[in-house]
């Protein structure tokens, strides 16, 4: 049987328990899935918005650039290799409308660019994504196989 480990708004969770499994719900948010098959180590982080100052204060995930930072620094205590590590992202949905300020409202695209961009800039492959549309998002990592399952209400549940 496998124990569940919520990972909460602006959070992270890192596991080498292949008895595992991390989840989020998503909506604009990001749940930023990273997996070292070497290892076996998986981590989650809850992005809420593409960037910030660094000034995340007890949220180590807030902003993308921290939570990758973190969730890696996070997974190489516990013997990942920033190398092997491959990235699954789910959520960014457009949650939020408003006649005439359409790029502002979109915090769902910022975040699933920003968090793709910074996979990008560190190395990090991004194997699979299901972001977009206007629905939220369960998210669960399981950590013994790197499988990551999203469900909506709409059209139930995919692997990653």
């Not at 719900?25 to 070497?38: M, R």
């Not at 092997?84 to 300020?101: E, L, Q, T, Y």
């Not at 502002?104 to 549309?133: C, P, Q, W, Y």
């Amino acid at each position: 049987m496998s124990e569940a480990t919520n990972v909460a708004m602006g959070e992270l969770q890192v596991s080498s328990e292949s008895g595992v499994t991390l989840s989020t719900f998503v909506g604009s948010c990001v749940a930023l899935c990273l997996y070292d098959p070497g290892a076996k180590i998986g981590g989650m982080a809850h992005i809420m918005l593409p960037e910030g100052s660094g000034e995340g204060g007890e949220n180590e995930a807030k902003y993308a650039n921290q939570a990758l930072e973190n969730t890696v620094k996070a997974m190489s205590a516990r013997g990942a290799v920033q190398r092997r590590i491959v990235a699954k992202i789910a959520g960014g949905a457009k949650v939020f409308s408003h006649d005439g300020a359409e790029s502002m409202f979109n915090i769902g695209a910022r975040n699933a660019e920003a968090t793709r961009a910074l996979l990008a800039k560190s190395g990090i492959r991004l194997l699979a994504e299901d972001v977009g549309s206007t629905t939220g998002r369960w998210v669960k990592l399981d950590v013994g196989t790197g499988m990551v399952i999203v469900s909506t209400r709409r059209t139930g549940e995919k692997a990653l």
